[in-house]
């Protein structure tokens, strides 16, 4: 699981019907270095999948891949990044080293 901040929402004209009511929010995933010491900067957004409506300027925990998809098993859906958390409050030690 990654941590990110939403910074933004995605508006859809049509969905698959496979793809269960939600929404589709942008995330910013955050470093270790910004979690730890509030360095600035960030990977390259992602768009997530979002049934817990994570509102703007919220922190996410959210997974990619293979575990992206799992919460919609059996059934097939093509979700890359699935939003699985909002987060209240991140501690990170300060003698964590990447």
């Known amino acids: 699981m990654r941590v990110a901040n939403v910074i933004g929402t995605v508006t859809l004209s049509r969905r698959l019907a496979d793809v269960p009511p939600g929404q589709?929010?942008?995330v910013q995933p955050l470093p270790l270095e910004t979690l730890r010491d509030g360095a600035p900067g960030g990977a390259?957004?992602?768009?997530?999948?979002?049934?817990?409506?994570?509102?703007?300027?919220?922190?996410?925990?959210?997974?990619?891949?293979?575990?992206?998809?799992?919460?919609?098993?059996?059934?097939?859906?093509?979700?890359?990044?699935?939003?699985?958390?909002?987060?209240?409050?991140?501690?990170?030690?300060?003698?964590?080293?990447?």
């Open 24 to 26: 589709f929010i942008v």
């Open 44 to 98: 390259e957004p992602v768009v997530a999948y979002d049934q817990l409506s994570a509102a703007l300027g919220e922190r996410v925990g959210f997974t990619e891949g293979r575990e992206a998809a799992a919460p919609f098993e059996p059934r097939k859906v093509p979700i890359d990044a699935y939003c699985a958390a909002i987060l209240d409050a991140v501690h990170v030690d300060r003698a964590v080293q990447m």
